[in-house]
């Protein structure tokens, strides 16, 4: 197995397509999250779904519990110049990991994405005190409260058994994180909010316009945290709009 067969999954394979969307996973979720969208989006445009050490065909291998660290990892498997447009996604926590590796790729011809979509996450120069959840009932509260396909799983034994080793890693992750310090990112920026969320409020993550130099737009969707997933058809046409007008490289 490739380092790439390793962190990537390919559920619609596309050799036609146009573009890449490289897919970020939010806390404790999987690649399996972003096949709905890779469904709408094939054939034009192919998805690469990240799947984090810690869940479904990895959940032998300890979560890795430093974000900067998994970003590391990430951008070795994404080093390697592409042939066509890549964009990257990333929801809540996946937001920030998308714009850290993207920081890594920065000035890699041919590596660094064309554009980032960052949905659901506060900018860093917005971060609030975000402490380890005490226990893992403090843990599924919070993210039952968030909402979301996954939360209506957490109730069954045998699924809590196989995802809390990853939520906890990744909140304590989370926890531990503070961006990449230096100059912001060059490529285009989309930032995703949702008008009820309030994990992400419209006003902080419009503040991802610092973290780049080139350009910048909010949408703004209606919901809370897990909008993305609100109106799938609708998302997919919207993100396909943005990878057709990222420049190319």
Not at 53 to 81: F, K, N
Not at 135 to 148: E, F, K
Not at 193 to 207: H, N, Q, R, S
Not at 221 to 230: L, V
Request: with cysteine; charged share 25%; hydrophobic share 40%.
């Amino acid at each position: 197995m490739t380092t790439t067969d390793t962190w990537l999954r390919r559920y619609h394979v596309g050799p036609a397509a146009t573009a890449e969307l490289v897919c970020f996973p939010h806390a404790g979720g999987a690649a399996a999250y972003w096949f709905p969208l890779s469904a709408l989006l094939a054939p034009g445009v192919e998805v690469l779904a990240v799947q984090y050490p810690g869940r479904q065909d990895r959940h032998r291998e300890p979560p890795v519990t430093d974000l900067h660290e998994l970003a590391d990892r990430l951008a070795e498997a994404l080093g390697e110049p592409v042939a066509r447009p890549r964009v990257f996604l990333g929801h809540s926590m996946g937001a920030s990991l998308a714009y850290e590796v993207a920081v890594r790729l920065e000035g890699r011809t041919g590596a660094a994405p064309a554009g980032l979509i960052l949905s659901g996450r506060r900018a860093p120069s917005r971060r609030r005190p975000s402490p380890e959840p005490s226990g893992d009932a403090a843990l599924l509260a919070r993210v039952r409260a968030l909402g979301g396909t996954d939360a209506d799983r957490l109730t069954d034994p045998d699924v809590l058994e196989l995802v809390l080793p990853a939520l906890r890693g990744d909140h304590r992750a989370l926890a531990g994180y503070r961006d990449t310090p230096g100059a912001p990112i060059s490529c285009p920026v989309t930032a995703f909010a949702g008008e009820l969320d309030e994990e992400a409020p419209v006003e902080d993550v419009a503040a991802w316009r610092h973290h780049t130099t080139g350009p910048f737009d909010l949408r703004v969707f209606p919901g809370g945290h897990f909008f993305i997933a609100d109106d799938p058809p609708g998302t997919a046409r919207l993100i396909a709009d943005l990878i057709r007008a990222v420049p190319r490289r």
